[in-house]
């Protein structure tokens, strides 16, 4: 028993002097706290007010610009004497400034209503740092060059007097006349005196045709000097665009010749040349309509169809759209047109009739022989007009 009773003592006793421990330390920590806000409220950073101005711009004139000028330089001016809390204070500066300013060419300022926003956050920071007095200029190491020293800072009492010259320097600027654009007679009158001179008596504006090739003599230009920037990092790749270039042009001038031989070789036929034997314009065109007519009036159906084809072929082949060729197919005559040809679609349709009657054997009446001599008269009638009446042999002339 007795022993129970002193560990109940010993226990309270513990606890006791566990919570005097944690009271003082709290204490002492509320204590430094007090005091690091003492310092800071006492140190010179809290005694500078705030070089920031919270109210907006204003819409000033210029007699309310110079006079905001002019009361800027005496704040600077006391504050320079002064360097205290009442002479530096940059809430004094007051708001930003926007004033009108004349445009080139115009006679008043703000005619235009154009205005310019002038900005005093420099004067405030100055203001704010007027407080502390100035630093001394640190002593120039001994041993070292005159070049490596670097130029000592200025000074807030320089940076003072400097700001009452700008101030004044800008007050100054306010009282001139806008500036006038220069008209430049004089250089006007020499270039018009050089330019009527015989060297550029034949002067002409560039065509539009000339442009797109210097368009496109600067863009070959500039495909080769990449090309040249890509072979000094990859020789390989700059070749192959180089040559793959060269070869691309080389294929689209063999197929351009190509198909300008193809529309144009029927023209380098000479005049003189007759059809050859078995041609279809070896047999007069006229020969061919009377055999179809005679074959439409018998019910030949099919046979007239194909009189009046070669009618047709016989007549363009006589005006010398393709050279004479008994070998040739109705397909490949179709093909010797040129696309842009307005005859072309007609014969196609001639063609495709024909082909269907004549080899496929698909069965033949009166309108599709009338349909196909229709066709046939127009391509006949296209070339030169020529008589609907049948013709001898004899007096056919082409």
Not at 145 to 163: F, I, M, Y
Not at 231 to 242: E, Q
Request: a positive charge; charged letters at 25%.
């Amino acid at each position: 028993m007795p022993a129970a009773g002193m560990t109940r003592i010993e226990s309270k006793s513990g606890g006791e002097l566990h919570y005097r421990f944690l009271t003082a330390t709290g204490a002492a920590l509320l204590v430094a706290l007090l005091g690091v806000a003492t310092a800071r409220a006492d140190s010179p950073l809290a005694n500078h007010p705030s070089p920031t101005s919270t109210s907006k711009p204003r819409d000033a004139s210029l007699d309310d610009y110079k006079e905001h000028l002019t009361a800027l330089t005496t704040l600077v001016e006391a504050c320079a004497k002064g360097r205290d809390m009442k002479t530096c204070d940059p809430t004094l500066v007051g708001p930003d400034d926007r004033i009108p300013y004349a445009q080139p060419g115009k006679a008043q300022a703000g005619e235009t209503g154009a205005r310019r926003l002038i900005r005093y956050g420099w004067l405030r920071v100055l203001l704010s740092e007027a407080l502390d007095k100035d630093a001394v200029a640190p002593e120039a190491k001994k041993g070292l060059g005159t070049e490596s020293v670097r130029p000592p800072k200025a000074t807030t009492s320089q940076l003072l007097k400097d700001a009452e010259a700008r101030l004044a320097g800008d007050l100054a600027d306010s009282d001139r006349p806008p500036a006038t654009t220069p008209t430049h007679d004089a250089e006007r009158a020499v270039m018009k005196q050089v330019l009527a001179g015989k060297d550029f008596r034949n002067l002409q504006a560039e065509s539009a045709q000339q442009s797109a090739l210097e368009k496109f003599g600067n863009w070959l230009n500039k495909l080769f000097d990449s090309a040249s920037n890509l072979t000094a990092k990859s020789a390989w790749l700059g070749r192959v665009i180089v040559w793959g270039f060269i070869v691309a042009v080389c294929v689209g001038l063999i197929w351009g010749l190509i198909q300008f031989e193809r529309r144009w070789r029927v023209r380098l036929v000479p005049d003189s040349d007759g059809p050859a034997a078995g041609a279809a314009s070896a047999r007069d065109w006229q020969l061919w309509l009377e055999d179809a007519r005679r074959a439409a009036a018998a019910g030949l159906w099919r046979e007239a169809i194909h009189f009046v084809y070669w009618a047709a072929i016989s007549r363009l082949e006589s005006k010398r759209l393709w050279p004479a060729d008994r070998a040739r197919t109705p397909r490949e005559y179709l093909a010797l047109v040129a696309p842009e040809d307005e005859r072309k679609t007609p014969l196609g349709t001639l063609t495709r009739s024909f082909e269907h009657v004549w080899y496929g054997g698909r069965a033949a009446g009166e309108p599709e022989y009338r349909r196909a001599e229709e066709i046939a008269n127009g391509l006949i009638g296209g070339v030169g007009r020529a008589s609907q009446a049948p013709a001898s042999p004899e007096g056919a002339a082409r």
